[in-house]
């Protein structure tokens, strides 16, 4: 990962952990019934440790890591998690040491090239390697409406390339490994207007966007959502795309 992203993870660290949207049990339910057992397990890229604390529901250890100090800081504790600051594509880790590795919402940020020799390194013969990833969301027609003309044009150029990775399910990105079958996984959260726009608000993009050129722009999506919202501690069902691939690594 560049020093670019790097400070892109790095900035507002404490509002990415807050805003993010949570993964069902069902994934990772799938993820343990295709492992060879349950000893070591690295969260790749782990942010606030979302994944990691789920994953040691049944690992008996999970290291974690980011390349970034800030959310490495952020990141929720957990007494059989250990958080560390390393980039994905070079690591202290032994050799064959984890059984499953997993990469949420970061896969498309990687140096492939480097991530994977250091994934075939560090996970042993049978480990499962799993990366996912959700991109847009769906509301209702008026509010996604609203959503398309008051948010997407302003932060049009304020994304980063790496992104198209992400909202093309992943396609593009090489996978060395035996893929295997995924079951459908629903990602859905019960927000109210308040933790929609927190999700929102964000985005590296809508923060690049406010810093060049101010905030009105999310001033009037802020009104024009108010207005399309009703009740502002109404809860909606916000339905997002969700990709995932996993394999299993052969020797």
Known sequence: MSLHHHKQFNDKSDLYAAARPTYPDELFEFLFSQCPDFE??????????QAAVS???????????????QQIANATAHKRVHYSVQPAETTHFA????????????????????????????LKP???????GYSWFHISTEIDAIIATKLMPPIKNFWAAQNQLLWDGYQAIPFPFVTIPTPQIILAQQWNLAQLLAYLGS????????????DEFFVELTAALGKAWGSAEEKKVISMDFHLMVGRHEA
């Open 40 to 49: 070591q397990a690295w969260d790749c890229g782990t942010g606030s440790g």
């Open 55 to 69: 994953l040691a529901k049944r690992f008996h250890h999970v290291e974690a890591t980011d390349v970034s100090p």
């Open 95 to 122: 050799n064959d040491a984890f059984s499953l590795i997993t990469v949420a919402q970061a896969l498309h940020w990687f140096e492939f090239n480097k991530f994977w020799p250091e994934v075939h390194r560090v």
């Open 126 to 132: 049978g480990g499962i390697f799993a990366a996912w």
């Open 203 to 214: 985005w590296s993009a809508v923060r690049h966007c406010i810093e060049a050129n101010g």
